[in-house]
């Protein structure tokens, strides 16, 4: 039998890893009574009812996987390159100022999509970057470092 | 009392008409708009985008930006499930089903006209609606204690958990996960740091914009990019004739006012309101109506009534979220995370402490669906072009947007960072899915909830039958129980999974 990556699955195990390590990570704060609650109490008991229904939804996915529509293939592009867009902007926007953050959020962003040209490309960046610093150095004075000089 | 509501809004509206507030509410709708009506891009999104515009003006500026905001959001998103059959929220689900079919019609522009118009009849009795039973459900709230409190907040989960699509295990699921990223930071009580990974700069807690902007507008990208594009249609060109008929005006009356009045009730309602009230609307006025088989094939009342309860809804909804503090959908939470950033605490005390401002809200509002009428039907052709936009061209800007957004609301990359990271997650979530609607309801509350659970069982003396033994707690928690009743019942899940299924899809 061929395992069936099923939406159920997929859900059933995101609760199991996110309940249970919300669980596990909190399982070093003091747990109180539930008459003096102390700051694990709270983490822990939703931690581990998440993870209940995890393991329900996992076993749900298992036994019946014509319950619940396939996953389907993940493309990793579009979501590697989008959160890596961001990432870069965080990266560069302190170091080399609003302009190149923005400009290279727009090139790598701009992979996840179809379609890129270099003059494209080249568009997007200048349009955005100078809507970036008008809008937000300019209309709304918050006070960024905007060229890297 | 009636002569206070006057001259409590004649207060509000020498604020909120001052020259200056006046051109936010204007900016305000005109950027919700023009962002709103964009594909893939839904009224959530658009007000966590814009959200950050509103951080450097004073309170009562930035609120009411905010509302004009608010009002184009959802305008915007009626025009795209319109011309486009493309709901950006659940609430506008049924709009798609008449008004794409008026629009294949050649009526988009009369489809249009009527969601504007009676989004604006219901606006202004909503606004009408919280000047009355605002004060007065604010000075009921002055009574709850933190076992009311618990009890409405766990009940607002829940109905948001009965309502989002997939199955309510998982969206009961994504509620808690939601208290738990909630709880991030340092505990108010013993002063522990909770599930920081050790990051200095999580202590505060995780920042509500930066979880909405990574689960919402970067999930929601990957997701439009993951699809296969150019399967839509958009009636685009055939938008002309934009005035609605005598004949349509006489026919979308009735359901207008009835739509209003289902909407305004259900609004109150924290948790979904605002999509059981366009949900209710709909199925009543192909109830009373004549002429039921009209419905489905492009019927002006099927526009009309849901538009109008949704507005209705959208408006009463700021009672709860403004009086008690508890945001009923994901929306307000964003509007009420808007507050909290400018420094005012939203409950009771609000009315009392801010009046200049609640009231300047209040009048603002109705402001902003004035403007909306105003703006929109001249309009109505330049959001069709902008509808035009190719998404490759759309998205790195909504990408820069928000990154810029999540940066200035405290100028830290962490931030930045964590965005990226719930951007992932969301995806994840989505294709899994899990509705996201609880997940962020839950992170709103979760540290309220926590606290109230706390204080009623040092109140009770740990014993959990307080829930039921006070009688206002008791009757939530009750409507929260039959939610999850009518859920299990197999008839009652079949209409909703009916009815959502274009938004899952």
Same mark, same amino acid.
């Given at each position: 039998m061929r395992l069936t990556v099923t939406r159920d699955l997929l859900a059933g195990l995101l609760f199991l890893g996110l309940g249970g390590g919300a669980a596990l990570m909190s399982s070093s704060y003091r747990f109180g009574?539930?008459?003096?609650?102390?700051?694990g109490f709270f983490p822990v008991t939703l931690g581990l009812m998440v993870a209940l229904i995890g393991l329900v939804v996992t076993a749900r996915a298992i036994v019946a996987p014509d319950g619940s529509p396939p996953v389907g293939t993940i493309r990793l592009r579009p979501v590697l390159l989008v959160s890596a867009s961001v990432v870069v902007f965080a990266l560069l926007v302190e170091r080399l100022g609003l302009a190149a953050a923005v400009a290279a959020l727009v090139v790598v962003g701009s992979l996840?999509?179809?379609?890129?040209?270099v003059r494209g490309a080249v568009a997007k960046v200048v349009v955005l970057v100078a809507i970036a610093v008008a809008i937000f150095?300019?209309?709304?004075?918050?006070p960024f470092k905007v060229w890297p000089w | 009392m009636v002569s206070d509501v006057f001259a409590n809004l004649a207060t509000g509206f020498s604020v909120a008409f001052s020259p200056v507030n006046l051109l936010y509410c204007l900016l305000g709708v005109t950027l919700g708009t023009a962002i709103g009506?964009?594909?893939?891009?839904g009224p959530l999104v658009t007000i966590a985008v814009l959200?950050? *515009? +509103? &951080? @450097? /003006?004073?309170p009562e500026a930035s609120l009411i930006m905010l509302a004009g905001i608010y009002y184009g959001a959802a305008y915007g998103g009626s025009t795209t499930a319109i011309l486009?059959?493309?709901?950006?929220e659940s609430s506008s689900v049924v709009t798609c089903i008449d008004g794409y079919q008026m629009a294949r019609q050649g009526r988009a522009g009369a489809a249009l006209a009527i969601a504007a118009i009676a989004s604006f009849a219901a606006g202004c009795v909503g606004t009408v609606l919280i000047a009355l039973f605002g004060p007065l459900l604010g000075g009921l709230a002055l009574e709850f204690r933190s076992p009311e409190y618990f009890s409405l907040m766990l009940m607002a989960m829940v109905l948001t958990a009965a309502l989002a699509h997939g199955s309510l295990l998982t969206s009961i699921g994504m509620a808690m996960l939601g208290v738990i990223f909630g709880l991030?930071?340092?505990?108010?009580?013993?002063?522990v740091e909770r *599930? +920081? &990974? @050790? /990051?200095?700069?999580?202590g505060d807690g995780l920042e509500f914009v930066v979880v909405a902007m990574g689960l919402f507008a970067l999930a929601e990208i990957v997701a439009n990019l993951d699809r296969p594009e150019g399967a839509r249609e958009v009636?685009?060109?055939?938008?002309?004739?934009l005035m609605p008929t005598r004949r349509d005006l006489r026919t979308a009356f009735g359901p207008i006012l009835r739509g209003t009045a289902i909407g305004s009730f259900f609004g109150?309602?924290?948790?979904?309101g605002q999509t059981i009230s366009s949900f209710a609307a709909y199925l009543f006025e192909k109830r009373v109506s004549?002429?039921?088989?009209?419905f489905g094939e492009g019927a002006i009342e099927g526009v009309a009534a849901p538009e109008a309860a949704n507005n209705a809804a959208a408006q009463t909804a700021f009672i709860p979220t403004l009086?008690?503090?508890?945001?009923?959908s994901a929306t307000m939470a964003l509007v009420l995370g808007a507050l909290m950033i400018q420094g005012i605490a939203p409950g009771p005390q609000v009315i009392v402490q801010h009046p200049t401002l609640f009231w300047g809200l209040i009048a603002s509002m109705w402001i902003g669906n004035l403007i909306l009428v105003l703006l929109n039907l001249p309009l109505i052709g330049l959001w069709v072009r902008i509808l035009r936009v190719p998404y490759h061209v759309l998205y790195p800007a909504i990408l820069v947007f928000s990154s810029i957004g999540v940066y200035s609301?405290?100028?830290?990359t962490l931030d930045v960072l964590v965005a990226a990271v719930f951007g992932v997650l969301g995806y994840l979530f989505a294709r899994a899915g899990c509705a996201p609607a609880p997940f962020i309801l839950g992170f709103v509350l979760g540290p309220m909830i926590e606290e109230n659970f706390r204080r009623s069982m040092i109140l009770s003396r740990g014993d959990p039958m307080i829930f039921l033994v006070n009688p206002i707690s008791a009757t939530f928690l009750l409507i929260a129980a039959l939610a999850i009743l009518a859920m299990i019942v197999p008839s009652f899940r079949r209409r909703k999974d009916e009815a959502l299924q274009e938004e899952a899809a």
């Open positions: 009574t539930i008459l003096r609650m102390g700051p996840a999509g179809p379609g890129l040209t150095v300019y209309g709304l004075a918050i | 009506v964009l594909p893939g891009v959200l950050p *515009l +509103t &951080f @450097g /003006l004073p486009v059959n493309l709901p950006g991030v930071g340092t505990d108010v009580t013993t002063g *599930l +920081t &990974f @050790g /990051l200095s700069g999580l009636f685009t060109s055939e938008v002309t004739g109150i309602l924290p948790g979904a004549r002429t039921p088989e009209r009086t008690l503090g508890v945001p009923g609301v405290a100028s830290s």
